[in-house]
């Protein structure tokens, strides 16, 4: 079984900064890609950001130029550094990740989400 758990949400104010993190943990053999999602009070979720093995990352561009994802692959770990906050950036954070297990079988992980405020 695999879990992820993220940290790192709370209030800030508009300008502010906030650092996600999102720590795998389980039996796995491999994580490809590892990305966070968001899902403001009332809306479905969206993508944010994500980060494959490779080293490749896509934003949504309501957060291009604010917002950094970046993994630490001996950690099991992937980062949301967010600054320049705005209140749209309201929302519950949640941190995915496509896990390959050891015969090969690929799935989709979530965590739990961490809240993000964004006061104006």
């Known amino acids: 079984q695999v879990q992820l758990v993220e940290s790192g949400g709370g209030l800030v104010q508009t300008g502010g900064s906030l650092r996600l993190s999102c720590a795998a943990s389980?039996?796995?053999?491999?994580?490809?890609?590892m990305g966070w999602y968001r899902q403001p009070p009332g809306k479905q979720r969206e993508l944010v950001a994500a980060?494959?093995?490779?080293?490749?990352?896509n934003y949504a561009g309501s957060v291009k130029g604010r917002f950094t994802i970046s993994r630490d692959d001996a950690k099991n770990t992937v980062y949301l550094q967010m600054n320049s906050l705005k209140p749209e950036d309201t929302a519950v954070y949640y941190c995915?990740?496509?896990?390959?297990?050891?015969?090969?079988?690929?799935?989709?992980?979530w965590g739990q989400g961490t809240q993000v405020t964004v006061s104006s």
């Open positions: 389980g039996r796995f053999f491999s994580i490809n890609t």
């Open positions: 980060g494959t093995s490779g080293g490749t990352t």
């Open positions: 995915n990740a496509a896990i390959q297990s050891g015969s090969g079988y690929v799935f989709n992980a």
